[in-house]
Structures are given as C-alpha cells and as structure tokens.
C-alpha cells in the first residue's frame, strides 16, 4: 500500500530496479497505488516494472483530490492520482499489469482508505485487496466499466 508522495518515491525507486528473478514468485500478492501523487506522465513506464506484486490497482478521484490539485499547481505537472488525462485532454497510457479505479463519484477526497464515514463498497474493495480469498476487489458492488482498457469505476450501490 503506497499513499499520494509515498508513490514519489516508488517511482524513484523503478527508475534503478534490476527486477526480481524470473523463477521466483512476487513479493507481495497486491500493490496499492493510492491517490498518488507522481507524475501523469510517463507512469506506466515505471508502474509497469513492479514485478514484484501479482496484482496491481491504482485508485485515482479525477479532479475531486483536493490535496492533489495543491500538488499539481506546485509542480505544474498533472498527478497521477488526480487525473488520467492531460490537460489537453489527450489520454495518458495505462500501464498493461495495471487495474485502475476511479473514485470520482464516491464523494472521498485525498484519505479515502481512512475514517467513519467510508462509502461500504470502498471498504469492501480495500478487505478484498488486501485478503486472500475474500474476492476478486474488481467484483466489488458498483464497480463499473471506466470506457478504457484498464480503467474501472468504483459507483455508489
């Protein structure tokens, strides 16, 4: 589980990561890339070497992560966890070992693993993510096609 500028440094790290051995298995059953903020662009590059997890999600809130707007007018560049088109509207790529949720339409902002008030369906994507046979976390209860390859909506039941 990597949150907003933990995911900075995740991408630092890729950039000098030789790979695990070919033979072994992963690491980690599941990486979370939550609200993260590293750049849009270029992600999938490095999002894409993370062989050392079997499944990957990232949960994005497009243009609703208050905390990720502060970012990307510090940085001048889009956050990954903020939105998955550029500016221009051109699509960035997504990365291929990747499952991406969006939150839009939840009503969380920038900590939405964290509080009381948690939509039920967030809490039950996150139990399945994180626990072996609790279900695969894209089945979850108003998980919707997101009109990409890759992409998911995570809609209130």
Not at 17 to 29: E, V
Not at 47 to 65: H, I, M, P, Q
């Amino acid at each position: 589980f990597v949150h907003s500028m933990g995911n900075q440094v995740l991408a630092s790290f890729m950039e000098n990561y030789a790979g695990m051995d070919g033979g072994s298995p992963p690491l980690f059953d599941t990486l979370v890339l939550n609200a993260p903020d590293a750049d849009l662009a270029d992600h999938r590059i490095w999002v894409e070497r993370t062989d050392f997890a079997g499944r990957r999600y990232v949960l994005v809130n497009s243009g609703k992560d208050r905390m990720l707007q502060l970012s990307t007018y510090l940085l001048d560049k889009p956050r990954l966890g903020r939105r998955l088109v550029h500016p221009d509207k051109r699509p960035e790529p997504l990365a291929k070992n990747a499952a991406y949720v969006d939150l839009v339409n939840l009503g969380v902002n920038h900590d939405y693993f964290y509080g009381e008030d948690l939509p039920p369906n967030l809490v039950t994507f996150y139990r399945r993510a994180f626990r072996a046979g609790e279900g695969d976390p894209l089945e979850t209860d108003g998980m919707a096609p997101g009109g990409r390859a890759g992409l998911f909506l995570l809609l209130r039941p």
